[in-house]
């Protein structure tokens, strides 16, 4: 199985050119890390490959993470038997067994053992039609060569990455990470101030198809874009392949559950196709318990001795801690389990790394710990790692999900169902009456009420808004999925709520490490499934994750399925920055303010110097502010 989980860039140039070769070499180069395995460059012009410093119009480059077929076979960029499609891939079908099978009985007779010849040929058959039978997570490149295209295609849900910007020289310019482009020529990173004004005022990132830097640009999920060579770069439009959609179900509710828990099992069993070691990572939640148990008994069932490593991050604060719950399902199911110690004084002298590797300002320094956790997995030689992103959006696991379910039960007149919800949830989570009814009916409210009530939090008090020169709306309006009901809602948040930011982050993380990180709760058909079901199926006033709590009591622990709170790979954030690492806070603080200029007021100044000393109540825009300095500092944005 030769995986094709890597690193990807290309240069498409209207016209030819001598050193087209070195260019995309160079951002191949600053790719290392997604795949360190191989590495290759290969150039075209005219319809033919041409040798690396002959004039070129076309550029593939791609570093190779191997998993197991190490051989020439796998290398990239590839060529179908014709010559005339080549492909760069980052990614894994993971149905390409089921594929290679259809294909063979097509007449197909294939040069390699992996998935990577599978899409290729699959797409040399079909084009853009294929699309819909991959299972799997993928950015990629297809260059036919004869008709003088390239098709560019981002995964359904955006797990991989894809990028692209057009430079100064007129050249097309695309890859797995923005980093690649600052080795350019003609790059100049400059500010994207709208949406860094969503990022100061809300942490959102990823929710569009614009990034922070301005006139760079990501392929949103479920797009492709079809390129005519012949044609100028000037315009880029991409075009939706996947929409999202809620499956119509007709099962009861017991089926439900077993058909859930059926569509899970098979997902992990998927993603478990690999010849190398296969880890998980462990919060001690619903959800990644939920595979780290699958995960074990589908290993049981193939015959496979030995338990799978498990990586928790663990903190001192008892009430951050997983670590009980962790040692349960490892119990359980005879995995290795493997604590992580994220160190706050290591996380301060690695703000600018991190930002580096991730390229966007984050969330907060929950990303450190997932960063550790990963570090620890590629120490302990594991190169494929489970992971639970997807399950809160499309399950309802978040809490703010409790509101939305009230508005819609009070809309639909189940105003019963609906005080017996509130009651649950003042039982179970102390959440009082009033306060529950005020939230459910203030999520129905107009933009222009909750506007009056000022939103924006302290970031009007911090930020410059005039200099910073975006249009001071409140991202989170245009996903009104929450004034719609749960299931509007949960599509609002795997399209470009919560979700695109975490698959984000992960996929930064994991790669910085040359770790494969694998999303079992994303396979398309439990989402579509998961979608389809009636909101009751999902929530009541205890509990959120209804049915997956259903569907995996036999396999999970009990005292994981009775969890209500939602820690995950948390950090203490506040302690670290007001109390314990006080001083090294300041520190970033002071140089992120330096770097800011004068898109922070002199207001602004004493409003984050109170926050760090404790006279004003904590606020998120503290670390925003923070990180967003040493994002500019490190990329040397232009403000």
């Known amino acids: 199985m030769a995986v094709a989980l890597c690193g990807i860039a290309a240069i498409l140039s209207p016209t030819r050119s001598d050193v087209l070769y070195r260019h995309a070499s160079e951002m191949i180069r600053l790719l290392h890390h997604r795949g360190p395995d191989d590495e290759q460059v290969v150039t075209f012009d005219r319809g033919r490959e041409v040798h690396a410093h002959e004039p070129a119009s076309i550029a593939l480059a791609h570093s190779r993470l191997s998993i197991l077929d190490l051989s020439s076979a796998g290398r990239q960029p590839m060529a179908d038997p014709s010559g005339r499609f080549h492909l760069i891939f980052n990614g894994e079908i993971y149905n390409y067994l089921e594929l290679r099978e259809d294909l063979e009985q097509q007449g197909e007779l294939f040069q390699s053992s992996g998935d990577t010849e599978v899409l290729l040929r699959l797409l040399a058959r079909e084009g853009k039609m294929a699309l819909a039978k991959l299972d799997g997570m993928f950015a990629f490149l297809l260059l036919d060569v004869i008709g003088q295209k390239v098709l560019a295609v981002r995964d359904r849900f955006g797990i991989k990455p894809l990028y692209y910007w057009i430079a100064p020289d007129g050249n097309l310019v695309m890859s797995s990470e923005i980093k690649a482009f600052t080795v350019y020529p003609g790059w100049r990173a400059e500010l994207n101030r709208q949406r860094a004004y969503d990022y100061l ?41 996947y929409r ?134 590629a120490a302990h030689h594991v190169k494929v790692m489970l992971d639970g992103q997807g399950a809160d959006e499309q399950l309802a696991g978040y809490h703010a999900f409790f509101k939305v379910y009230l508005l819609e039960l009070i809309r639909q007149g189940k105003l019963r169902t609906a005080v017996n919800v509130m009651r649950g949830l003042k039982q179970t989570h102390g959440l009082g009456l009033i306060r529950l009814l005020t939230q459910a009916l203030g999520t129905a409210l107009p933009e222009g009420i909750t506007r009056y009530f000022n939103w924006r939090g302290c970031i009007s008090q911090v930020i410059d808004i005039k200099r910073l020169g975006p249009e001071p709306v409140d991202p989170f309006h245009a996903m009104n999925g929450q004034r719609r009901g749960v299931q509007a809602f949960s599509m609002d948040q795997l399209s470009a709520g919560s979700l695109p930011m975490l698959l984000h982050w992960e996929d930064r993380n994991s790669m910085a490490h040359s770790v494969e990180a694998r999303v079992p709760f994303l396979a398309s058909s439990f ?89 004003r109540p904590y606020d998120d825009i503290l670390w925003r502010v923070m990180c967003f300095g040493v994002w500019i500092r490190r990329f040397d944005i232009g403000v």
């Open 201 to 241: 005022a809300r942490g959102l990132i990823d929710h569009t198809a614009e990034t922070m830097f301005k006139d760079v640009f990501q392929i949103p999920a479920g797009h492709l874009v079809e390129i005519d060579l012949q044609d100028s770069f000037a315009r880029i439009s991409p075009q939706r392949w």
């Open 244 to 377: 999202l959609c809620a499956a119509s179900i007709e099962m009861n509710p017991d089926e439900c559950v077993e058909h859930c828990g059926e569509l899970l099992g098979n997902s992990v069993k998927q993603h478990l196709r690999a010849d190398v070691t296969v880890g998980s990572c462990l919060s001690g939640g619903l959800d990644s318990s939920s595979i780290v148990c699958l995960a074990a008994e589908a290993l049981r069932e193939q015959g496979i001795k030995g338990g799978q490593f498990t990586f928790t991050s663990r903190h001192p604060d008892e009430l951050m801690d997983e670590w009980e719950y962790a040692q349960v399902v490892a119990r359980r199911t005879g995995a290795n389990p493997v604590e992580v110690h994220p160190e706050p004084g290591e996380f301060f002298n690695l703000i600018s790394d991190l930002v580096w590797i991730q390229d966007e300002p984050f969330g907060s320094a929950s990303i450190f710990a997932q960063y550790k956790v990963f570090e620890s997995a």
């Open 527 to 615: 989402v579509e499934f998961v979608l389809g079901l009636p909101a009751h199926e999902k929530l009541d006033g205890h509990w959120t994750k209804k049915i997956l709590r259903e569907a995996m009591r036999s396999l999970v622990p009990e005292q994981v399925l009775q969890r209500t709170d939602k820690i995950a790979f948390a950090t203490p954030d506040r302690q670290w920055f007001l109390q314990s690492h006080r001083d090294e806070a300041e520190r970033v603080l002071m140089d992120a303010l330096d770097a800011g200029g004068s898109l922070v007021h002199t207001r602004g100044c004493e409003v984050l110097g109170s926050i760090l000393d404790s006279r």
